[in-house]
């Protein structure tokens, strides 16, 4: 049996797919296909899904940014210094 352990969590509101979470996380495991990504309905921080772009890191921080392409900067950097 093989065991693929994924480096990084990011957890994701459905509900901001419609501020453009969904293409940035479809960018990000493109670049980064060790993550895992779980989708959720709600991730329990009330109305910040359709504030601007966020994701959960790992369970415990969360990353918003003005917009997607502010959102793929940061979490590309982020993970970029995780994965060295």
Aim: neutral net charge.
């Amino acid at each position: 049996m093989v065991i693929i352990l994924k480096r990084h969590r990011l957890e994701v509101c459905t509900d901001n797919y419609a501020l453009g979470t969904e293409d940035v996380v479809t960018q990000l495991l493109r670049e980064f296909p060790d993550i895992e990504v779980v989708p959720w309905r709600c991730v329990s921080y009330c109305h910040q899904c359709f504030r601007k772009p966020f994701v959960l890191f790992d369970g415990t921080d969360l990353i918003d940014a003005p917009d997607a392409p502010a959102l793929l900067v940061i979490l590309r950097q982020k993970l970029a210094k995780k994965t060295t």
